[in-house]
Protein backbone atom coordinates (compact mmCIF):
# COMPACT_ATOMS: atom_id res chain seq x y z
CA UNK A 1 0.00 0.00 0.00
CA UNK A 2 2.92 2.24 0.55
CA UNK A 3 5.87 2.60 -1.64
CA UNK A 4 9.28 4.34 -0.42
CA UNK A 5 11.69 5.84 -3.12
CA UNK A 6 15.15 7.46 -0.70
CA UNK A 7 17.58 9.01 -2.73
CA UNK A 8 20.49 11.61 -1.63
CA UNK A 9 23.20 9.29 -0.48
CA UNK A 10 26.73 9.25 -1.60
CA UNK A 11 30.22 9.67 -0.30
CA UNK A 12 31.10 12.30 1.91
CA UNK A 13 34.10 13.27 4.22
CA UNK A 14 34.18 13.30 7.84
CA UNK A 15 32.39 16.79 8.91
CA UNK A 16 30.07 17.22 5.71
CA UNK A 17 26.78 16.77 5.26
CA UNK A 18 24.09 15.06 3.15
CA UNK A 19 20.59 15.07 2.82
CA UNK A 20 18.41 11.81 2.45
CA UNK A 21 15.11 12.15 0.77
CA UNK A 22 12.01 9.77 0.84
CA UNK A 23 9.35 9.92 -1.57
CA UNK A 24 5.88 8.33 0.01
CA UNK A 25 3.28 6.68 -2.37
CA UNK A 26 0.04 5.06 -1.79
CA UNK A 27 -2.68 4.97 0.55
CA UNK A 28 -3.16 7.06 3.54
CA UNK A 29 0.25 8.36 3.79
CA UNK A 30 -0.49 10.38 6.19
CA UNK A 31 -1.57 8.01 8.68
CA UNK A 32 1.89 6.08 8.97
CA UNK A 33 4.62 7.32 11.17
CA UNK A 34 7.63 7.47 8.96
CA UNK A 35 11.31 7.86 9.84
CA UNK A 36 14.81 6.05 8.72
CA UNK A 37 16.50 3.07 9.65
CA UNK A 38 20.36 2.30 8.95
CA UNK A 39 22.19 -0.32 8.61
CA UNK A 40 25.99 -1.11 8.23
CA UNK A 41 27.74 -4.41 6.99
CA UNK A 42 27.68 -7.05 9.17
CA UNK A 43 25.47 -5.01 11.87
CA UNK A 44 21.40 -4.93 12.78
CA UNK A 45 19.42 -2.25 11.74
CA UNK A 46 19.40 0.78 13.82
CA UNK A 47 16.63 3.11 14.27
CA UNK A 48 17.85 6.77 13.37
CA UNK A 49 14.65 8.73 13.66
CA UNK A 50 11.39 9.00 13.03
CA UNK A 51 8.51 11.89 12.58
CA UNK A 52 4.94 12.17 13.22
CA UNK A 53 2.45 13.60 11.09
CA UNK A 54 3.17 17.23 10.78
CA UNK A 55 6.23 17.51 12.28
CA UNK A 56 3.92 17.08 15.88
CA UNK A 57 7.21 15.17 17.18
CA UNK A 58 10.78 13.85 16.67
CA UNK A 59 12.11 11.07 17.91
CA UNK A 60 16.02 10.35 17.41
CA UNK A 61 17.93 8.13 18.08
CA UNK A 62 21.32 8.92 20.68
CA UNK A 63 24.12 8.54 18.48
CA UNK A 64 23.15 11.31 15.97
CA UNK A 65 21.04 13.59 18.50
CA UNK A 66 22.66 17.16 17.98
CA UNK A 67 23.82 16.09 14.33
CA UNK A 68 20.88 15.13 12.52
CA UNK A 69 17.40 16.51 11.78
CA UNK A 70 14.48 14.76 10.52
CA UNK A 71 11.67 17.07 8.77
CA UNK A 72 8.87 16.25 6.68
CA UNK A 73 7.62 18.66 3.49
CA UNK A 74 3.39 16.78 3.65
CA UNK A 75 2.56 18.23 0.49
CA UNK A 76 5.45 16.46 -1.32
CA UNK A 77 4.76 13.19 0.98
CA UNK A 78 8.77 13.65 1.40
CA UNK A 79 10.26 13.07 4.65
CA UNK A 80 14.18 14.02 5.13
CA UNK A 81 17.48 12.86 6.93
CA UNK A 82 19.68 16.03 6.99
CA UNK A 83 22.85 14.94 8.61
CA UNK A 84 25.41 16.51 9.62
CA UNK A 85 28.88 16.65 11.10
CA UNK A 86 29.10 13.19 9.40
CA UNK A 87 31.18 10.51 11.01
CA UNK A 88 33.11 7.76 9.60
CA UNK A 89 30.64 5.43 11.57
CA UNK A 90 27.55 6.71 9.78
CA UNK A 91 28.73 4.79 6.96
CA UNK A 92 25.48 2.63 6.37
CA UNK A 93 22.77 1.76 4.10
CA UNK A 94 19.78 4.09 4.91
CA UNK A 95 16.65 3.15 4.74
CA UNK A 96 13.19 5.15 4.70
CA UNK A 97 10.85 2.99 6.62
CA UNK A 98 6.97 3.00 7.89
CA UNK A 99 4.91 2.78 10.15
CA UNK A 100 7.63 4.01 13.49
CA UNK A 101 4.81 3.48 15.76
CA UNK A 102 8.19 3.41 18.13
CA UNK A 103 12.24 3.73 17.89
CA UNK A 104 12.01 0.04 17.63
CA UNK A 105 12.11 -1.72 13.68
CA UNK A 106 9.59 -3.96 14.86
CA UNK A 107 6.51 -3.50 13.39
CA UNK A 108 7.43 -1.92 10.18
CA UNK A 109 5.43 -2.97 6.92
CA UNK A 110 7.12 -0.72 4.47
CA UNK A 111 10.75 -0.36 3.57
CA UNK A 112 12.56 1.64 0.74
CA UNK A 113 15.37 0.40 -1.34
CA UNK A 114 17.98 1.94 0.62
CA UNK A 115 20.54 4.51 -0.02
CA UNK A 116 23.77 4.27 0.38
CA UNK A 117 25.91 6.76 2.88
CA UNK A 118 29.77 6.31 3.01
CA UNK A 119 31.72 8.81 4.96
CA UNK A 120 34.90 8.43 4.82
CA UNK A 121 38.59 10.88 6.58
Known amino acids: QVQLVESGGGLVQAEGSLRLSCVASGSNFSNYVMGWVRQAPGKEREFVGRIGGSCSYTDDADSVKGRFTISVDDAKNTVYLQMNTLKPEDTARYFC??????????????WGQGTQVTVSL
Open 97 to 110: ASPLRTKSIIGVQY
